[in-house]
């Protein structure tokens, strides 16, 4: 089981929400994806440079702590990044950094783990023109839940005062751990590198919230719909529990058809599909992360024969649950 924060593992059950809010959806939509140990490594940069980081399954953060540079996607504008500004890549679809915008990148690879490779040795005496923080997260897109699948190609977090406080805290006490490790400073990064994953997508599921450029739209939408929310914290909150649409739709204080329509329009499926995709989610991740039995996962998923919770899991997976967790062993 990789190491993280409390908050980011599947709750499978019946619990009181300590926080009450949209949050909790939020943090289970990260955990859904979250696979492995996330990775993060601080880089001091001499101009003129450039890095190119192809394609993965993994997403991704650029922060820039000094200097300036030019984060260059594969599908879009380049982006001019300054000294506080935050960029997250959510899609492992490759990039670019850049001092300048005629610089040729070197390619750098992670490693299968997604270890970053150790910095070239700086010259004596040598004062780097840009410092970033970068990290690497290793996600399980077959799992890939609509709420980060629907982030654009680059989150630019821009750095303004008063803004985005907490991040800029993580992104504080991280630079700091990596910059002169301590005893613990393995488990520390590991843990704030999940938070500011966290921090990251909630800073821009906010703004989103506030209107963007626009509306919300998607899932941003569905998360600021007091009807949706609600009905989805019930399902993140107890998806064992045998919820029927007009249960879920009281939730928010709407009749079944009217809570029906307004779902499937804002989430883009109907309320007992998602159900079902997040039973199935939740229950992948257990059977990838713990020792409960069949049996005792079945019953978390919501299904009290073990047959039906397997005929349903090889119909979602491909593969039976037990073989399932052998490959993932």
């Not at 059950?13 to 492995?36: E, F, I, K, N, W």
């Not at 490759?94 to 001092?99: E, F, N, Q, T, Y």
């Not at 980060?148 to 750095?159: F, K, S, W, Y």
């Not at 569905?222 to 609600?230: G, S």
């Amino acid at each position: 089981m990789s190491i993280g924060l409390p908050f980011l593992s599947v709750r499978l059950h019946p619990q009181p929400s300590v926080y009450g809010t949209d949050m909790d959806v939020l943090s289970d939509a990260v955990a859904a994806m979250r696979t492995g140990r996330p990775h993060s490594s601080r880089r001091d940069y001499h101009a003129p440079w450039g890095t190119r980081f192809d394609p993965s399954d993994g997403a991704g953060f650029h922060v820039v702590l000094r200097g300036s540079a030019w984060l260059v996607p594969t599908e879009g504008e380049p982006v001019a990044l300054g000294p506080g500004d935050v960029a997250f890549l959510a899609h492992g679809r490759g990039h670019a950094l850049v001092s300048a915008l005629e610089v040729e990148p070197e390619a750098v690879r992670l490693g299968p783990d997604g270890t970053w490779p150790e910095p070239p040795l700086p010259a004596r005496d040598s004062t780097p023109d840009t410092v970033t923080l970068c990290g690497a997260y290793l996600l399980d897109r077959t799992r890939a839940h609509p709420l980060l699948t629907e982030l654009p190609e680059v989150v630019h977090l821009p750095a303004r005062v008063g803004a985005h406080r907490a991040l800029r805290a993580a992104v504080e006490l991280l630079g700091m751990e990596l910059e002169e490790p301590q005893p613990g400073s393995d488990i520390i990064v590991t843990s704030l590198l999940d938070t500011l994953l966290l921090y990251i997508v909630r800073a821009w599921w906010q703004r989103e919230r506030r209107g963007g450029a626009g509306h919300p739209t998607g899932w941003s939408a569905a998360l600021a719909d007091p009807a949706v929310a609600a009905a989805l914290r019930a399902i993140h909150g107890a998806p064992d529990r045998p919820w029927t649409v007009e249960e879920l739709g009281a939730h928010g204080g709407l009749s079944r058809a009217a809570f029906a329509r307004r779902f499937t329009t804002l989430v883009g499926e109907p309320p007992l599909t998602y159900l079902t995709w997040w039973r199935m989610t939740t229950a992948g991740r257990l059977l990838r992360e713990d020792d409960l039995s069949l049996r005792q996962i079945a019953q978390r998923a919501g299904y009290t024969s073990e047959f039906a919770f397997a005929k349903a899991f090889k119909r979602e997976y491909g593969v039976p649950p037990g073989q399932y967790r052998r490959r993932a062993s």
